[in-house]
Each structure stands twice: as C-alpha cells, then as structure tokens.
C-alpha cells in the first residue's frame, strides 16, 4: 500500500498543534506564567473568531476577538508588552 491518504481531521489537527506550539512559545518568550494555558486560551478565542467570521461573512467577531484577547493579555499580566 502507498503512503496513507491524510483526512481533513489530520490535517486541521496539525495546524492547530502548530498554533498551539506557537503561541505557547510566545507566550513563554512574553514572561507569562503558565504559557500554555494562555496559549489554550488564545487559540480557542482564535478559532472561535475564525468560525464566526465564516459563518456571518463578517470581520467583526475578528475585532472582538482582539478585545477579549487584550483583556486576557491584561489577565495574564502581559497587557501592552511590545506596544
């Protein structure tokens, strides 16, 4: 048998794990205190934007998105680092 055929499961499952490692790594680099837990957090709300933008044909829940992710950033005592 030839290589195996990925599903659109395994594909969506790597990029998430690519995101995932990605912003615990700048999490980490950020000082935040538990890096992959805020990375938890950031990718849901991310996902949770990219849905609602699909579904409304709408930029705004992309600008909420980033409101809620301040406040995070706030929570998480990284607010306004880099700025």
């Not at 980490?28 to 805020?38: H, V």
């Not at 990219?50 to 998480?76: H, M, N, Q, T, Y």
Request: no cysteine.
């Amino acid at each position: 048998m030839g290589p195996q055929k990925a599903t659109a499961r395994d594909v969506v499952r790597r990029r998430k794990h690519w995101w995932q490692h990605l912003l615990t790594s700048l999490a980490q680099e950020a000082g935040a205190e538990d890096p992959g837990q805020l990375a938890e957090e950031l990718l849901l709300l991310l996902d949770g934007a990219s849905f609602r933008v699909l579904v409304e044909g709408s930029s705004e829940p992309v600008r909420v998105a980033r409101r809620i992710a301040e406040k995070v950033l706030a929570w998480a005592g990284l607010h306004g680092q880099g700025e």
